[in-house]
């Protein structure tokens, strides 16, 4: 049960430290670029990097926004050099 305590406790506190103000912002301007065509471009380094692809597919999937991974096709872009 500790274990269980523990993670609640922890998941409280990354909620109530979500500047959900800042993540308003975003949304409006993700509707704002879908209503207006334009595409959003998303980027990580590292680990991030996957995270930055799964959101972008998650984007055009989801919500039909035209989104690109600045980190699609890492592996091959290596071979070119």
Do not use: W
Not at 3 to 25: C, E, H, Q, W
Not at 29 to 51: C, D, H, P, T, W
Request: include cysteine.
């Amino acid at each position: 049960m500790r274990t269980i305590s523990n993670y609640l406790t922890k998941t409280m506190a990354a909620i109530a430290g979500t500047p959900f103000v800042d993540i308003g912002r975003v949304m409006i301007a993700l509707r704002q670029a879908k209503a207006e065509g334009r595409r959003v471009y998303i980027f990580g380094n590292g680990g991030s990097a996957s995270n930055a692809q799964h959101f972008a597919c998650d984007l055009m999937k989801v919500a039909g926004i035209r989104a690109f991974a600045l980190t699609d096709n890492a592996a091959f872009d290596s071979l070119d050099q």
